[in-house]
């Protein structure tokens, strides 16, 4: 158990669903983070939030939506994906300026 | 921005001898590497990490050194296992913690 839950661990959806990502940590963290991780690329960095202000979104597309409701919870909103969207995103948190990510398992997620 | 260049893509190695991953990163101000692992199905998991004021860290059969002038670090695994097998990750970060921008990963492959 590394204090980092994520749910669903796999999610399928065609093009015009939308669907949620919860990511949950219970570590007293006070920064969270959502990347993207395909087959052939590295950890991709998409969204931080750092007490639950968001500080960078890296260039991610709209129908990718962050929600950061308190410092324990992180959300992923999809809508209208693209099949190039299909990956594994991991919900990562940190307490700042400690530096080590502690990682969810993933949610796989493929868009039909 | 933060790049970070990560090389070589794949290795293997006989059971025993020595494996050694490099990376380069481009931000002078970052001044935390961390080094994870992710095995294969799993989340990945801090393994060892240096920050800028230091040059090389060791624990146990794992080192990291680090040369701030080239702007590159290195992870050095001794006397390989089998369980050693898996996907490594380089990352820097000019936070001192906060945002990592990770290299692509190398894949280590132990042979017995």
């Known amino acids: 158990e590394t204090g980092v839950t994520q749910t669903p661990r796999h999610l399928v959806m065609g093009m015009t669903n939308k669907k949620s990502l919860k990511c949950e940590q219970h570590?007293?963290?006070?920064?969270m983070y959502w990347y993207k991780q395909s087959a052939k690329k590295p950890l991709e960095l998409m969204f931080v939030?750092?007490?639950?202000?968001?500080?960078e979104n890296n260039s991610v597309p709209s129908r990718f939506s962050p929600e950061c409701p308190n410092s324990s919870h992180l959300f992923l909103h999809l809508h209208t994906l693209q099949p190039e969207d299909s990956a594994l995103y991991l919900c990562?948190?940190?307490?700042?300026?400690?530096?080590?990510?502690?990682f969810g398992e993933g949610s796989r997620l493929t868009v039909l | 921005g933060e790049n970070v260049e990560q090389h070589p893509s794949t290795l293997s190695v006989q059971e025993g001898d020595s494996a050694v991953i490099k990376c380069t990163y481009s931000?002078?101000?970052?001044?935390?590497f961390p080094w994870y692992k992710q095995e294969l199905g799993k989340r990945p998991q801090l393994i060892i990490d240096?920050?800028?004021?230091?040059g090389e860290k060791k624990d146990q059969r794992i080192a990291v050194t680090l040369n701030k002038t080239a702007k590159h670090f290195s992870l050095h695994i001794t006397e390989t296992q089998p369980e050693d097998s898996a996907v490594y990750f380089c990352?820097?970060?000019?936070?001192?913690?906060?945002?990592?921008?990770f290299g692509q990963g190398t894949e280590l492959s132990v042979k017995p």
């Open positions: 990562a948190s940190s307490l700042l300026a400690v530096g080590e990510l502690f």
């Open positions: 570590l007293g963290h006070n920064a």
């Open positions: 939030y750092n007490f639950k202000e968001q500080t």
């Open positions: 931000d002078s101000a970052s001044n935390y």
């Open positions: 240096i920050r800028s004021n230091v």
């Open positions: 990352a820097a970060s000019p936070n001192q913690g906060g945002k990592l921008i």
